[in-house]
Protein backbone atom coordinates (compact mmCIF):
# COMPACT_ATOMS: atom_id res chain seq x y z
CA UNK A 1 0.00 0.00 0.00
CA UNK A 2 0.63 4.09 0.07
CA UNK A 3 2.52 5.59 2.96
CA UNK A 4 4.04 8.95 3.98
CA UNK A 5 5.93 9.14 6.98
CA UNK A 6 6.90 12.79 8.01
CA UNK A 7 9.05 14.05 11.10
CA UNK A 8 6.89 14.90 14.21
CA UNK A 9 6.74 18.19 15.36
CA UNK A 10 6.18 20.88 16.55
CA UNK A 11 9.43 22.51 14.55
CA UNK A 12 10.41 25.60 16.48
CA UNK A 13 12.54 28.07 14.72
CA UNK A 14 13.26 31.91 14.73
CA UNK A 15 13.08 33.86 12.40
CA UNK A 16 15.67 33.33 9.32
CA UNK A 17 16.44 29.78 10.44
CA UNK A 18 17.00 27.35 7.85
CA UNK A 19 14.09 25.17 7.76
CA UNK A 20 13.86 21.46 7.13
CA UNK A 21 10.88 18.86 7.17
CA UNK A 22 12.07 14.96 6.60
CA UNK A 23 9.16 12.85 4.72
CA UNK A 24 10.03 9.83 3.32
CA UNK A 25 7.24 6.95 1.35
CA UNK A 26 6.09 4.06 0.01
CA UNK A 27 3.83 3.90 -2.66
CA UNK A 28 2.57 1.40 -5.37
CA UNK A 29 3.11 2.28 -8.50
CA UNK A 30 4.56 5.81 -9.84
CA UNK A 31 3.66 8.72 -7.10
CA UNK A 32 3.46 12.31 -7.61
CA UNK A 33 4.82 13.91 -4.59
CA UNK A 34 3.27 17.33 -2.89
CA UNK A 35 3.67 19.46 0.13
CA UNK A 36 0.04 20.53 1.31
CA UNK A 37 -0.11 23.86 3.81
CA UNK A 38 -2.33 25.00 6.46
CA UNK A 39 -2.09 28.15 8.00
CA UNK A 40 -4.15 28.59 10.91
CA UNK A 41 -8.04 28.99 10.50
CA UNK A 42 -7.75 28.33 6.95
CA UNK A 43 -7.77 25.22 4.18
CA UNK A 44 -4.98 22.92 3.13
CA UNK A 45 -3.32 24.32 0.23
CA UNK A 46 -1.07 22.89 -2.22
CA UNK A 47 2.41 24.65 -1.56
CA UNK A 48 4.61 22.68 -4.05
CA UNK A 49 4.60 19.30 -5.89
CA UNK A 50 7.06 17.19 -7.98
CA UNK A 51 5.60 14.08 -10.67
CA UNK A 52 8.76 12.65 -11.12
CA UNK A 53 12.13 11.55 -10.25
CA UNK A 54 14.72 14.02 -9.70
CA UNK A 55 12.32 16.90 -9.99
CA UNK A 56 11.85 19.97 -7.41
CA UNK A 57 9.47 21.96 -6.45
CA UNK A 58 9.02 25.16 -5.29
CA UNK A 59 7.22 28.07 -4.32
CA UNK A 60 7.20 30.87 -1.70
CA UNK A 61 10.91 29.98 -1.03
CA UNK A 62 10.15 26.12 0.09
CA UNK A 63 11.75 23.43 -2.39
CA UNK A 64 11.43 20.48 -2.16
CA UNK A 65 13.36 17.40 -4.47
CA UNK A 66 11.78 14.27 -5.87
CA UNK A 67 14.18 11.18 -4.70
CA UNK A 68 13.45 8.14 -6.10
CA UNK A 69 16.72 6.32 -4.53
CA UNK A 70 15.89 7.53 -1.17
CA UNK A 71 12.19 7.56 -1.59
CA UNK A 72 12.14 10.83 -0.13
CA UNK A 73 10.58 14.63 -0.58
CA UNK A 74 12.28 17.05 2.28
CA UNK A 75 11.33 20.08 2.41
CA UNK A 76 13.57 23.02 2.71
CA UNK A 77 13.51 26.89 2.87
CA UNK A 78 16.39 28.97 3.43
CA UNK A 79 15.13 31.41 5.88
CA UNK A 80 11.49 31.41 7.43
CA UNK A 81 9.59 34.06 8.44
CA UNK A 82 6.40 34.07 11.03
CA UNK A 83 4.50 33.92 8.68
CA UNK A 84 5.01 30.64 7.73
CA UNK A 85 4.02 29.39 10.89
CA UNK A 86 1.23 26.47 9.63
CA UNK A 87 1.22 22.36 9.89
CA UNK A 88 3.02 21.37 6.79
CA UNK A 89 1.63 17.75 5.07
CA UNK A 90 3.65 15.61 2.97
CA UNK A 91 1.67 13.37 0.72
CA UNK A 92 1.70 11.35 -2.50
CA UNK A 93 -1.13 10.28 -5.20
CA UNK A 94 -0.68 7.78 -7.54
CA UNK A 95 -2.02 9.90 -10.39
CA UNK A 96 -3.62 6.86 -12.77
CA UNK A 97 -5.69 5.75 -9.75
CA UNK A 98 -6.87 9.33 -9.30
CA UNK A 99 -7.13 11.72 -6.02
CA UNK A 100 -8.63 8.81 -4.14
CA UNK A 101 -5.37 7.53 -3.73
CA UNK A 102 -4.35 10.48 -2.13
CA UNK A 103 -1.93 9.87 1.00
CA UNK A 104 -0.76 11.80 3.61
CA UNK A 105 1.62 11.96 6.56
CA UNK A 106 0.74 13.12 9.87
CA UNK A 107 1.90 16.88 9.47
CA UNK A 108 4.11 18.47 11.01
CA UNK A 109 3.27 21.91 12.73
CA UNK A 110 5.83 25.23 12.33
CA UNK A 111 6.00 27.37 15.04
CA UNK A 112 8.33 30.77 14.10
CA UNK A 113 8.78 33.25 16.33
CA UNK A 114 10.39 36.63 15.79
CA UNK B 1 -14.17 32.03 -8.96
CA UNK B 2 -15.40 30.97 -5.32
CA UNK B 3 -13.21 28.45 -3.89
CA UNK B 4 -14.33 24.95 -1.98
CA UNK B 5 -16.47 26.27 0.93
CA UNK B 6 -17.83 24.12 3.83
CA UNK B 7 -20.29 23.93 6.43
CA UNK B 8 -20.80 24.75 8.99
CA UNK B 9 -16.55 25.73 10.01
CA UNK B 10 -17.33 24.02 13.95
CA UNK B 11 -19.69 21.86 15.45
CA UNK B 12 -19.92 20.84 18.86
CA UNK B 13 -22.62 18.23 19.46
CA UNK B 14 -23.40 15.30 22.16
CA UNK B 15 -22.83 11.72 21.50
CA UNK B 16 -25.68 9.91 20.17
CA UNK B 17 -26.75 12.99 17.58
CA UNK B 18 -26.97 13.64 14.45
CA UNK B 19 -24.52 15.94 12.40
CA UNK B 20 -24.69 16.95 9.07
CA UNK B 21 -21.54 18.54 6.87
CA UNK B 22 -21.74 20.11 3.98
CA UNK B 23 -19.37 20.71 0.60
CA UNK B 24 -19.51 23.18 -1.91
CA UNK B 25 -17.04 22.30 -4.68
CA UNK B 26 -15.19 24.80 -7.21
CA UNK B 27 -17.92 25.41 -9.97
CA UNK B 28 -17.87 22.70 -12.80
CA UNK B 29 -15.65 20.69 -10.80
CA UNK B 30 -16.83 17.17 -11.07
CA UNK B 31 -15.01 15.09 -8.46
CA UNK B 32 -15.74 15.70 -4.83
CA UNK B 33 -13.70 13.98 -2.25
CA UNK B 34 -14.03 13.45 1.57
CA UNK B 35 -11.32 13.16 3.61
CA UNK B 36 -10.66 13.41 7.86
CA UNK B 37 -8.19 13.80 10.46
CA UNK B 38 -8.18 12.65 13.70
CA UNK B 39 -6.49 14.82 15.70
CA UNK B 40 -2.83 13.88 15.57
CA UNK B 41 -3.53 11.25 12.97
CA UNK B 42 -2.81 11.17 9.41
CA UNK B 43 -5.34 12.71 6.91
CA UNK B 44 -7.64 9.32 5.27
CA UNK B 45 -9.45 9.17 2.21
CA UNK B 46 -13.03 8.98 3.00
CA UNK B 47 -15.47 9.13 -0.49
CA UNK B 48 -14.97 10.05 -3.86
CA UNK B 49 -18.02 11.21 -5.82
CA UNK B 50 -18.07 11.72 -9.68
CA UNK B 51 -20.96 14.07 -10.20
CA UNK B 52 -23.46 12.42 -8.10
CA UNK B 53 -22.10 9.09 -8.12
CA UNK B 54 -20.18 7.10 -5.68
CA UNK B 55 -16.85 6.51 -7.42
CA UNK B 56 -15.54 4.80 -4.20
CA UNK B 57 -16.31 4.93 -1.17
CA UNK B 58 -13.83 2.63 0.28
CA UNK B 59 -12.61 4.98 3.38
CA UNK B 60 -15.96 5.03 5.12
CA UNK B 61 -15.61 4.34 8.32
CA UNK B 62 -18.39 2.04 8.92
CA UNK B 63 -22.59 2.67 8.47
CA UNK B 64 -23.20 5.83 10.54
CA UNK B 65 -21.66 7.53 7.85
CA UNK B 66 -23.82 8.86 4.48
CA UNK B 67 -22.80 10.82 1.79
CA UNK B 68 -25.04 12.34 -0.43
CA UNK B 69 -24.45 15.00 -3.46
CA UNK B 70 -27.97 14.86 -5.08
CA UNK B 71 -27.68 16.79 -8.42
CA UNK B 72 -24.00 16.64 -8.62
CA UNK B 73 -23.39 19.64 -7.04
CA UNK B 74 -22.82 20.07 -3.12
CA UNK B 75 -22.84 16.94 -1.01
CA UNK B 76 -23.50 16.20 2.55
CA UNK B 77 -21.57 14.36 5.06
CA UNK B 78 -24.30 12.95 7.84
CA UNK B 79 -22.80 11.21 10.76
CA UNK B 80 -25.90 9.22 12.66
CA UNK B 81 -25.26 8.60 15.37
CA UNK B 82 -22.37 10.99 16.33
CA UNK B 83 -19.69 8.81 18.31
CA UNK B 84 -16.97 10.14 20.42
CA UNK B 85 -14.32 8.65 18.24
CA UNK B 86 -15.90 10.72 15.12
CA UNK B 87 -13.94 14.30 16.45
CA UNK B 88 -11.38 15.51 13.63
CA UNK B 89 -11.51 17.75 10.96
CA UNK B 90 -13.20 16.41 8.14
CA UNK B 91 -12.30 18.24 4.82
CA UNK B 92 -13.67 18.46 1.44
CA UNK B 93 -11.86 18.69 -2.40
CA UNK B 94 -13.21 19.09 -5.55
CA UNK B 95 -10.93 18.60 -9.07
CA UNK B 96 -12.34 18.81 -12.62
CA UNK B 97 -11.33 15.54 -13.12
CA UNK B 98 -10.09 12.78 -11.21
CA UNK B 99 -6.41 13.43 -12.31
CA UNK B 100 -6.16 17.22 -11.85
CA UNK B 101 -5.52 19.29 -9.01
CA UNK B 102 -7.42 18.94 -5.85
CA UNK B 103 -9.03 21.98 -4.12
CA UNK B 104 -9.49 22.08 -0.52
CA UNK B 105 -11.75 23.35 1.54
CA UNK B 106 -11.05 24.93 5.01
CA UNK B 107 -12.14 22.09 6.73
CA UNK B 108 -15.60 21.58 9.27
CA UNK B 109 -14.01 20.91 12.90
CA UNK B 110 -16.48 18.15 14.06
CA UNK B 111 -16.21 17.26 18.71
CA UNK B 112 -18.19 15.03 19.83
CA UNK B 113 -18.58 15.41 23.72
Known amino acids: GNSVTQMEGPVTLSEEAFLTINCTYT??????LFWYVQYPGEGLQLLLKATKADDKGSNKGFEATYRKETTSFHLEKGSVQVSDSAVYFC?????????????FGKGTMLLVSP | EAGVTQFPSHSVIEKGQTVTLRCDPI?????LYWYRRVMGKEIKFLLHFVKESKQDESGMPNNRFLAERTGGTYSTLKVQPAELEDSGVYFC???????????FGQGTRLTVV
Open chain 1, 27 to 32: ATGYPS
Open chain 2, 93 to 103: ASSRNSVSEAF
Open chain 2, 27 to 31: SGHDN
Open chain 1, 91 to 103: ALVVLNSGYSTLT
